[in-house]
């Protein structure tokens, strides 16, 4: 579905420097080569919502990353899912809780953390961390975005994650991410609903 502002290419291209991946919710999954040929495309993951497809794929070596967090439903479940850049074949799939009443539309990040690649989802409940080798759940910190549209995409500067709430913006520390130290450095009561992503500028946190 869609509406009439949202189209199913709104999601954001990401490419790997050899092909371009780009996301169509119902209408696919497909890459490109530098001159526009058809590589590949897959269409089980069918995103569903009424605002139309938001979420952009990621990639990091030879992963593609998608995440779909959809309004629970009894055919179509919410997920964290892989494919490999070259073919298109499905790496893993690890699902994830839905909310009863509202789809996400925010991007997921990939960032190094412990040792491991983390592919790094802010969803209604919780920030997660999966394994980008195996789709395996690192940790989860639970975060509630209490409001109707999670648009805003987690950043980092390598050394914060900065979440966009619905009712506040909040910093973790991404070295005590996943241990039993809390990761919350601050947060401050700024309304993030239906926010754009914030941008990271030399110590400074930027969002419209």
Known sequence: AQSRTVTHASPTPVT?????YGYFGEDGLMCVN?????????????????????TSPVAKGNVLVLVND?????????CVAAFDCVSGAPLWKTERKSHQAYAAY??????????????IVHGWH???GY??????ELWSFPIAHEGMHLVASPVTDGERLYVTGAKQVLALDLS????????????????????????VVAGLVFLV
């Not at 530098?34 to 938001?54: D, N």
């Not at 959809?70 to 919410?78: A, P, V």
């Not at 394994?131 to 395996?136: M, S, V």
């Not at 241990?179 to 700024?190: D, E, G």
């Open 70 to 78: 959809m309004k629970e439903s009894r055919n179509l479940r919410s």
């Open 34 to 54: 530098s001159a526009g040929k058809l590589l590949w495309k897959r269409t089980e993951l069918l995103f569903r919502s009424e605002h139309g497809v938001g």
């Open 106 to 119: 925010d991007t997921p990040l990939i960032q190094a953390l412990n040792g491991k690649e983390a592919v």
């Open 126 to 128: 919780d920030v997660k």
């Open 176 to 199: 005590k991410l996943g241990t039993s130290a809390n990761p919350l450095l601050w947060s401050r009561p700024i309304p993030g609903e239906k926010s754009s992503t914030p941008v």
């Open 16 to 20: 790997d420097g050899e092909r371009i």
């Open 131 to 136: 394994d980008l080798k195996t789709g395996e």
